[in-house]
């Protein structure tokens, strides 16, 4: 596959010490930001739902066309998931299948360009194909709101983070911004990015599973579940929290405001991609170009352009392109942002040294 050169941000010429990382690597812990109090849940109208797109047709006539249409592309993420050591049941109304499907969608180091093309196609019509459960639940929700007249807190925050971006969300382009200058790696909102790079560097590996930090109990030790965790967005979270970023509490851990760590239970933007999102649109606002983006910054990948967003990686080596480090599956500067832009994936950067904290 093509690999789609990707501008980056110019680093002015600056002298740096490493610094200490901050949090769980030092022991130390970080406190929650004094700004970030609980906020009120506004409400939602049965209008304002909006549904997931889903491939044409009915449920069953489609699941019967892609079983033939992509049969080679489930041989090659079958022969994937074996060489990774993955138990699944290869069943794409599965939910498990659909989550451990992702990883597939990012192996560029593992497939052959032509391949990696049946596997993009086959990842993009299963991210349209799952939204059809997702779709039931929302409808659970709108008929529960035109029942009862209102839902729960908790409700509509979770209803929130099942419903699709809006169309006319502005999302990373791959270029150079026009109105761009020269800054300097060092943030001033306390955000350390070499030591959220360091910390995503140790805990992910290309030859061994590294998959959880074990001070993260809730994904590393519940349930004895050490290497089982569809990961992605809670491994980012550790790296940012490690980089200096402070906890932001919202009305409950379903909010979109919410961006905290519990081993009770973490917030939802912690370790769901689609909801961090939410939480960092607002609070570090989406990057215009790639350019704008450097080392410790952070990207969000929509496969199908359907508006749910899908994996989230963390930058951790640039030269002319942007090179990711990330979990589910483990991977390390192998694959880079170019290989997304050049598999039509809609691409969601945060300059983390605009983020408030």
């Given at each position: 596959?093509?690999?789609?050169?990707?501008?980056?941000?110019?680093?002015?010429?600056?002298?740096?010490?490493?610094?200490?990382?901050?949090?769980?690597?030092?022991?130390?812990?970080?406190?929650?930001?004094?700004?970030?109090?609980?906020?009120?849940?506004?409400?939602?109208?049965?209008?304002?739902?909006?549904?997931?797109?889903?491939?044409?047709?009915?449920?069953k006539?489609?699941?019967?066309?892609a079983?033939?249409?992509?049969?080679?592309?489930?041989?090659?993420v079958?022969?994937?998931?074996?060489d990774?050591?993955?138990?699944?049941?290869?069943?794409?109304?599965?939910?498990?299948?659909?989550?451990?499907?992702?990883?597939?969608?990012?192996?560029?180091?593992?497939?052959?360009?032509?391949?990696?093309?049946?596997?993009?196609?086959?990842?993009?019509?299963?991210?349209?194909?799952?939204?059809?459960?997702q779709?039931?639940?929302?409808?659970?929700?709108?008929?529960?709101?035109?029942?009862?007249?209102?839902?729960?807190?908790?409700?509509?925050?979770?209803?929130?983070?099942?419903?699709?971006?809006?169309?006319?969300?502005?999302?990373?382009?791959?270029?150079?911004?026009?109105?761009?200058?020269?800054?300097?790696?060092?943030a001033?909102?306390?955000?350390?990015?070499?030591?959220?790079?360091?910390?995503?560097?140790?805990?992910?590996s290309?030859?061994?599973?590294?998959?959880?930090?074990?001070?993260?109990?809730?994904?590393?030790t519940?349930?004895?579940c050490?290497?089982?965790w569809?990961?992605?967005?809670?491994?980012?979270?550790?790296?940012?929290?490690?980089?200096?970023?402070?906890?932001?509490?919202?009305?409950?851990?379903?909010?979109?405001?919410?961006?905290?760590?519990?081993?009770?239970?973490?917030?939802?933007?912690?370790?769901?991609?689609?909801?961090?999102?939410?939480?960092?649109?607002?609070?570090?606002?989406?990057?215009?170009?790639?350019?704008?983006?450097?080392?410790?910054?952070?990207?969000?990948?929509?496969?199908?352009?359907?508006?749910?967003?899908?994996?989230?990686?963390?930058?951790?080596?640039?030269?002319?392109?942007?090179w990711?480090?990330?979990h589910?599956?483990?991977?390390?500067?192998?694959?880079?942002?170019?290989?997304?832009?050049?598999?039509?994936?809609?691409?969601?950067?945060?300059?983390?040294?605009?983020?408030?904290?």
């Amino acid at each position: 596959m093509e690999v789609v050169e990707v501008t980056i941000k110019k680093i002015s010429a600056v002298v740096f010490q490493t610094t200490v990382a901050f949090g769980l690597l030092t022991g130390g812990v970080q406190a929650a930001n004094p700004n970030a109090g609980k906020v009120l849940t506004s409400e939602i109208r049965t209008e304002s739902i909006v549904f997931l797109p889903v491939p044409e047709g009915d449920m069953k006539t489609v699941k019967v066309n892609a079983l033939r249409k992509y049969e080679k592309a489930i041989g090659l993420v079958k022969q994937y998931f074996e060489d990774q050591n993955v138990s699944v049941q290869m069943e794409i109304d599965d939910p498990e299948f659909q989550q451990l499907l992702k990883s597939a969608g990012t192996a560029f180091d593992y497939f052959s360009a032509e391949d990696m093309k049946e596997v993009v196609n086959f990842v993009s019509f299963m991210d349209l194909y799952e939204n059809y459960a997702q779709n039931d639940v929302i409808l659970k929700y709108k008929n529960k709101l035109v029942k009862e007249g209102k839902l729960s807190n908790e409700e509509k925050e979770t209803l929130r983070g099942l419903m699709p971006i809006a169309k006319d969300v502005p999302s990373t382009v791959n270029g150079t911004n026009p109105n761009a200058f020269e800054v300097s790696p060092l943030a001033t909102n306390g955000y350390d990015r070499f030591a959220a790079r360091d910390y995503a560097r140790q805990w992910a590996s290309n030859s061994v599973i590294l998959r959880n930090n074990a001070v993260f109990g809730y994904y590393s030790t519940k349930n004895n579940c050490f290497a089982c965790w569809n990961d992605c967005t809670n491994f980012v979270s550790q790296a940012l929290y490690n980089g200096g970023m402070k906890f932001y509490y919202g009305s409950n851990y379903q909010s979109a405001s919410s961006w905290s760590y519990s081993d009770i239970v973490p917030s939802y933007t912690w370790g769901g991609a689609h909801n961090f999102y939410l939480h960092w649109k607002g609070r570090a606002g989406v990057a215009a170009y790639t350019s704008d983006l450097q080392t410790g910054d952070v990207v969000n990948a929509d496969f199908a352009g359907d508006g749910a967003i899908d994996h989230t990686a963390i930058i951790t080596y640039q030269d002319t392109n942007l090179w990711l480090t990330q979990h589910t599956d483990d991977k390390k500067e192998v694959t880079n942002v170019g290989h997304w832009y050049s598999s039509g994936y809609s691409v969601y950067g945060y300059e983390m040294d605009k983020a408030s904290n």
